[in-house]
Antibody, heavy 120, light 113 residues
Framework: QVQLVESGGGVVQPGTSLRLSCAAS????????MHWIRQAPGKGLEWVAF????????DYADSVKGRFTISRDNSNNTLYLQMNNLRAEDTAVYYC?????????????WGQGTLVTVSS | DVVMTQSPLSLPVTLGQPASISCRSS???????????LNWFQQRPGQSPRRLIY???NRDSGVPDRFSGSGSGTDFTLKISRVEAEDVGIYYC??????????FGQGTKVEIK
């Protein structure tokens, strides 16, 4: 069965960096685009970043552009989110979400999320 | 960016009664390929979001048939024919036609009266 397991969250100070990971299993990872979506405490869902199946194209929300970098390692079935210059407003649960592949509809599978808290 | 607007934001419902959530987009969600990429998600307390409906009206595997999606263009609706206790949570619509960014509605909190 499809599994997405995020890790790497924690409490960090403003201006510092953190790298999130998402270990994927139960499907052919290299065939799918992948997303990061976040949810601030008590708030709604916000799309953060997307990477194509082969890593050739990446998109970012304006709120994180220039500070966050999405990447993937298809040989190890892992998705990453490098977060630099973190701000208090980046505090959220970050979800790894399976995206598009020809013949399938995206956003069906979500991880359990990892909490990032940015506080001094 | 496409703005998704849900209403109501809070929906108290009596068990066994129907519920309806509206979602409107700031522009048509009909894609050039002819599909309309409008999803509905359920988020139960303390859980990750779960996709219920994709492309307006297609129910995901395991989703009870009391959930249905409808609509076209800019106006969409999620209906629960008879609300059960396990339906308590927050429901989000999301568009995937005009990206980036993919955008969500604000969420509608369904609770039992």
């Amino acid at each position: 069965q499809v599994q997405l397991v995020e890790s790497g969250g924690g409490v960090v100070q403003p201006g510092t960096s953190l790298r999130l990971s998402c270990a994927a299993s139960g499907f052919t990872f290299k065939d799918y685009g992948m997303h990061w979506i976040r949810q601030a405490p008590g708030k709604g869902l916000e799309w953060v970043a997307f990477i194509w199946f082969d890593g050739s194209n990446k998109d970012y929300a304006d709120s994180v552009k220039g500070r966050f970098t999405i990447s993937r390692d298809n040989s190890n079935n892992t998705l990453y989110l490098q977060m630099n210059n973190l701000r208090a407003e980046d505090t959220a649960v970050y979800y790894c979400v399976r995206g598009y592949r020809t013949g399938s509809d995206p956003f069906e599978f979500w991880g359990q999320g990892t909490l990032v808290t940015v506080s001094s | 960016d496409v703005v998704m607007t849900q209403s109501p934001l809070s929906l108290p419902v009596t068990l066994g009664q129907p519920a309806s959530i509206s979602c409107r987009s700031s522009q048509s969600l009909v894609h050039s390929d002819g599909n309309t990429y409008l999803n509905w998600f359920q988020q139960r307390p303390g859980q990750s979001p779960r996709r219920l409906i994709y492309k307006v009206s297609n129910r995901d595997s395991g989703v009870p048939d009391r959930f249905s999606g409808s609509g076209s263009g800019t106006d969409f609706t999620l209906k629960i024919s008879r609300v059960e206790a396990e339906d308590v949570g927050i429901y989000y619509c999301m568009q995937g036609t005009h990206w980036p960014p993919w955008t969500f509605g604000q969420g509608t909190k369904v609770e039992i009266k």
